[in-house]
């Protein structure tokens, strides 16, 4: 069975040797001491070697069903949508108001490159609707942000992303 060891090592390195993230005047950054980023990140590759990456297999042979109107995942992927939503990774650095956790976008990413390399059909789901907030966050009205965010930083309510393609005919 294939695995995944997250490359936690990798991004300390890349945080603090590199763009020495505890030294920059963005805000948030002074908050990125190591022994926090390496507690955030040994977290993350846990949840992505032990539970993300094993459900590959899964959803390749099983994939989503529709039945009678319900989509229907494959085994094991609602079990692990609710420890990564109760775990509060896909709030991780929304703003606090909403439910995130306000870290900055850096780390976000540092945690989503370990989910997308994990299990990427898997980290659409959260994917998909943190990019919906993220859209409602920078173009929403108040009234708007207060009525979404609060239940897509959480995954109470998903997102998706609708394309339109006219020259695919769709």
């Known amino acids: 069975m294939p695995s ?23 805000p948030g950054y002074a908050d990125l001491e190591p022994d926090f980023t390496s507690a955030v990140l040994e977290e993350a590759g846990k949840i992505t070697s032990e539970v993300l990456a094993p459900l590959n297999v899964v959803g390749d042979k099983e994939g989503c069903v529709l039945e009678n109107g319900v989509v229907r995942v494959p085994t094991g992927f609602q079990e692990a949508f609710d420890q990564v939503r109760d775990g509060g990774w896909t709030g991780l650095d929304m703003p606090e108001e909403y439910g995130g956790q306000n870290m900055p976008y850096v780390m976000g990413i540092a945690v989503g490159e370990m989910f997308s390399a994990a299990n990427q059909a898997f980290t659409m789901y959260q994917g998909l609707t943190h990019g919906a907030a993220s859209a409602i966050l920078a173009h929403g009205t108040d009234a708007q942000k207060d ?23 769709t």
């Open 4 to 26: 995944y060891t997250a490359p936690t090592k990798d991004m300390q390195f890349v945080l603090h040797d590199l763009l020495n993230v505890s030294q920059s005047d963005i």
């Open 147 to 169: 009525t979404y965010l609060p239940k897509m930083v959480s995954c109470e309510w998903t997102g998706t992303m609708n394309l339109t393609e006219p020259h695919c005919g």
